[in-house]
């Protein structure tokens, strides 16, 4: 049963952008005695419950960090699986998030990712292009240091074909050339299980994006804590370096 929404949330607006770094699938399975592959498919049902909420919620966008560049150096066999469990998920959900109205964006490097599940993401992301809901934004083979060197990548590139002059590079023309150029800045960042680190997630979005670290472990993740955390957002005072008695 989806637990009630606090009235404290129901007044505000939900943040525009939510970002989830959704860590603790192999602590959830090792403390129940059963192998890392269960974890990480039960992580897939707080997506499902994730994504349904925060739509609900008219939530704009949710970018949830799925691998990391990083993670490339697992095990090769829970690689694999990790690699397997995507192209499950983009095969099993697609269906379930156009009913949503759901459009869904990849950021990341896919070409690690077998031919087939490369296909595969380019056919869900059109498939699901039409819709007008929740912006859904999977991070895979991703990190922030990545995508800040792929957007200095695409300007020292126009710059060079005399498309751009060095001098009028600045941060709105950086941010154009970033994954996340399309979508409203950072509101939240949530990371689950305890760990106080951005384990190179998102860096340049989120300059001014409140923090928000739980020790739930994210297959415990459900609506009443994203709630919590929302309803933790609701009491910041954003200042953004200004004050408001000028
Ligand atoms: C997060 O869970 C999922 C991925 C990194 C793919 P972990 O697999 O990191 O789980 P813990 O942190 O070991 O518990
Ligand atoms: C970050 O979690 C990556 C994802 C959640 C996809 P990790 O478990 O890989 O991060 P570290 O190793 O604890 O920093
Ligand atoms: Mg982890």
């Not at 070409?111 to 991070?139: R, Y």
Request: charged share 25%.
């Amino acid at each position: 049963m989806t637990p009630a929404i606090e009235p404290s949330i129901k007044r505000k607006p939900a943040p525009k952008h939510i970002a989830i770094i959704m860590d603790g699938n192999g602590r959830w399975a090792q403390s129940r005695g059963l192998p890392r592959t269960s974890g990480h498919q039960r992580g897939v049902i707080s997506v499902r419950n994730t994504v349904k909420h925060c739509a609900k919620m008219g939530v704009n966008t949710l970018t949830l960090f799925a691998f990391s560049s990083e993670n490339k150096n697992r095990p090769s066999q829970e690689v694999s699986l990790l690699f397997n469990l995507f192209l499950t998920v983009l095969n099993n959900e697609t269906k379930k998030l156009n009913k949503n109205n759901v459009r869904l964006k990849i950021i990341g490097d896919l070409s690690i990712f077998p031919e087939k599940t490369q296909k595969l993401a380019v056919q869900a992301q059109q498939d699901l292009q039409q819709n007008t809901g929740l912006n859904l934004v999977i991070a895979a083979n991703y990190s922030g240091q990545w995508d800040i060197v792929e957007a200095a990548k695409k300007i020292a590139n126009k710059s060079a074909n005399e498309k751009l002059n060095p001098n009028d590079i600045d941060n709105k023309i950086f941010e154009k050339h970033t994954s996340l150029a399309k979508y409203p800045p950072v509101d939240l960042l949530i990371r689950t299980s305890g760990e106080i680190r951005l384990s190179n997630f998102l860096l340049w979005d989120i300059a001014y994006s409140e923090l928000y670290f739980c020790n739930t472990l994210w297959p415990d993740f459900g609506t009443k804590e994203l709630d919590l955390a929302i309803e933790s957002f609701h009491a910041r005072d954003r200042r953004y370096g200004a004050r408001k008695d000028k």
